[in-house]
């Protein structure tokens, strides 16, 4: 009975190593993911006994094995016996912060790090301390890296002693011959000094970041790139001052980077280092060498720093706004207008309406308006559509008296243009101008633009127009359809044009979707009853697609009395197209 006891207590872990050794990979990824039911089967003795040294001694395996295995081990504790054990997994954790897959190494340093914080400080000195220093000082670059991952967990809880030991450490992870290790101290120098002390930061910490900052060895600029955010967060920790005295020349070099990589990221996160450094630094500095950005050679770079212009402005304290704009920033983004890069144009358009707040009615007036009007007109529709979506900053601002005078002739200029597909974006992006201007005034002055393109030469411009009135309807609502719209669209019916008559049914289709069964009944199906006789079959037989599409939303009485008469004499018609469809709606009747 004894013997039956130990040998089903043995189970879990025969069953664990001929699944680990078998030769389906997703069998072996499947008995990792098990690993929390095996460590319950076995209990928190056996478990640290038994299945972590097997674990630490035996696995060599797939990457994606080895990443499971490495956040099982993250979640752990509680399965080995609680913190006071914590420090059994930091075995085979370590292993797997050596190999060679950068994913498993980036999986088993997050595990490491939530485990630490289930650490005593004894236990941080006594088990997490030394492993940290021998994967600083292994041979192969894997570990080193691994290692820069977790001093900031590590160092507030050890004494001074070994505080000053992991310093002069990290500082040789910092000038290590190795660009992957010199990236991993760059990406984490940043958390690693919210945790030294002040003194050691200014002292020690600073001057190692600078020379990440300036990592001209082998001229690796993934380092230096890797610094920018570094030195931002570091910047949030000191004094106006010390930054100017400390930072500043650094945040300068990468503004003027000879790699374009770098200038991108000061670009990207410029907005995070003006708020770092504060207001007196930003005007003093900082807005030269954003404006700087603005101008950049490279087009991502003003792509990105032109993203930025709106945040950046809003952020200038009020009393300096205009006096940094208008000297500054205005000049660069007079030049961003006529940019040859598309993105960067529509970059800028996302933004520059959200500078008419900023400047008011008098600047907008005089320095927006054309750059608007100049970005409206541009070839490329994404540029056309961010300036369209953010009228209404500009309306608020000089109102729509204003913007009528000046922005709406080019856009009625643009829906009358001779390139259909020029016509075709002004009808997408309609509904948000309506939205945006309002019935009264969309009624007066571009209501009768969505008319004209339901008769439009191209059927791409009459399809996107119906389309278009459906958007309309759901905007303003059904009782400006019936006074507006629905009476228009259904005296088309009478067009000697028989596609102008297809429209109107085209037209019903997408009307039906928005309209209440009542004003179907009442209005469009007399309309679409008419057009059963008409001569020309390709009307008749959408006649039968239009009457198939609204049955389920008509009562029985008119299905019965108007519907089926008409699809019943449609079905005996001479052309097989309209027999076919008049068939197929004729179905749905019953």
Known sequence: MAATSEDDSLYPI????????????????????KLSTIALALGVERTRAELIPFLTDTIED???????????????????????????????????ATVEETVVREKATESLRMIAGDHSPADIEKHFAPLVKRLSQGDWFTSRTSACGLYAVCYPHVSVALKSELRMMFKCLCTDDTPMVRRAAASK??????????????????????????DEQ????????????????????LTESDIETLLLPMFRSAASDKSWRVRFMIADKFIDLQTAVGP????????????????????EVRASAANKIKEFCTNLPADIQEAVIMPNILPAVKELVCDTNQHVKAALASVIMGLSPIMGKDNTIQHLLPLFLILLKDEHSDVRLNIISNLDSVNKVIGIHQLSQSLLPAIVELAEDPKWRVRLAIIEHMPLLAEQLG????????????????????????????????????????????????????????????????TTLFAINVLAEVCPPDVIAKFMVPVIANLA??????????????????????DAHTVEFQIKPCLTKLNEDEDMDVKYFAEEALVLCH
């Open 189 to 214: 120098i940043g958390e690693f000094a919210k945790v030294v002390e002040m003194e050691h930061l200014k002292g020690e910490i600073i001057p190692l970041f600078n020379s990440l900052a300036n």
């Open 280 to 299: 007196t630094i930003t005007k003093n500095h900082l807005v030269f060498h954003f404006s700087g950005l603005l101008k950049d050679v490279e087009a």
């Open 533 to 554: 006789a008409d001569a020309v079959p390709n009307v008749r037989f959408n006649v039968a697609k239009t009457m198939a599409l609204i049955v389920p939303s008509l």
């Open 14 to 33: 025969a069953v664990l190593i001929d699944e680990l050794r078998n030769e389906d990979t997703q069998l072996r990824l499947n008995s990792i993911k």
């Open 62 to 96: 797939e990457d994606e094995v080895l990443w499971a295995l490495a956040e099982q081990l993250g979640n752990f504790i509680p399965l080995v016996g609680g913190p006071e054990y914590a420090s059994c997994l930091l075995p085979p954790l370590e292993n797997l």
């Open 439 to 502: 019935v009264e005034f969309f009624d007066e002055k571009l209501n009768s633009l969505c008319m004209s393109w339901l008769v439009d030469g191209v059927f791409a411009i009459r399809s996107a127009a119906t389309s278009n009135l459906k958007r309309l309807v759901s905007i303003f609502g059904l009782e400006w359809a019936q006074n507006t719209v629905i009476t228009k669209v259904l005296s088309m019916a009478r067009d000697p044009n028989y596609l102008h008559r297809m």
């Open 218 to 237: 082998f001229s690796q600029d993934s380092v230096r790139l890797l610094a920018v955010e570094a030195g931002i967060t570091i910047a949030g920790l």
